[in-house]
């Protein structure tokens, strides 16, 4: 199967930090320092609680399938999904490593990142199948459990 290109995601100040862990293969999640909680996509301000006191953890790079689509009618066919991480939030995202029919709701998947057009890492999600190396394959290094 040929492999579509993805779009270049575009760097703002406020994903500098979440594409720079990218680059070394590390997923990364905005947290409040004030409410605790963490949430996607990245803003100046918690959406929970408006503070402006937000740092950034590593995520397990884990989570599951919320939705699905694949678009069919296009040169290489690919699935867009919501995937809602282990840690709460959910990421609109690209489905990768399995066929249009291989994902169903509540699948478990892994991030792993694949260079968009311009090379600036994208997080993309595929099966998370017990004993891959996920991203400890993809980057030689990956998130510890
Ligand atoms: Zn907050």
Redesign the pocket.
């Known amino acids: 199967m040929s492999e579509r290109l993805l779009p270049a995601p575009g760097v703002t100040p406020e994903t500098e930090a979440f594409v720079a862990a990218a680059r070394a293969g590390r997923l990364m999640l905005p947290w409040?320092a004030?409410?605790?909680?963490t949430h996607w996509y990245p803003r100046a301000l918690?959406p929970?609680?408006?503070?402006t006191r937000l740092h950034w953890k590593p995520a397990s790079g884990r989570g599951t399938v919320y939705s699905h689509s694949t678009l069919q009618r296009v040169a290489v066919p690919f699935t867009l999904a919501y995937v809602t991480l282990d840690e709460g939030p959910s990421m609109l995202t690209n489905l990768v490593d399995a066929p249009a029919s291989g994902w169903h709701i509540g699948m478990a998947v892994r991030v792993q990142f694949q260079a968009a057009e311009d090379g600036t890492p994208v997080a993309v999600f595929s099966p998370d199948q017990p004993g891959s190396a996920g991203l400890a394959r993809e980057s030689g290094g990956g998130i510890a459990r």
């Open positions: 409040c004030d409410c605790g909680r918690c929970h609680c408006s503070s």
